[in-house]
């Protein structure tokens, strides 16, 4: 598979195949987001339509350790 190690990701032991689906689209989308901006600590940050994509992008930006104001 074309860039594995990017795209695919372990599953925790014993986790329910239904709720690993929920995580294979939204998810990285919004995280992956979050790394091409380049965010840094003490950014300013604008989210416009905060769905699922959105809100996967927070996520993304909190994960990097910086502050958000909504």
Known sequence: MNDADGNLALLPE???L?????????????FHGAELADIQFGD???????????LMGEAGW????MQLRL
């Open 62 to 65: 909190c994960a990097r350790s």
């Open 14 to 16: 014993g986790m329910d």
């Open 18 to 30: 239904g709720a690993a689906t929920m995580v294979s689209d939204m998810v990285p989308t919004g």
């Open 44 to 54: 300013d940050v604008a989210v416009i339509g905060i769905g699922p994509v959105g």
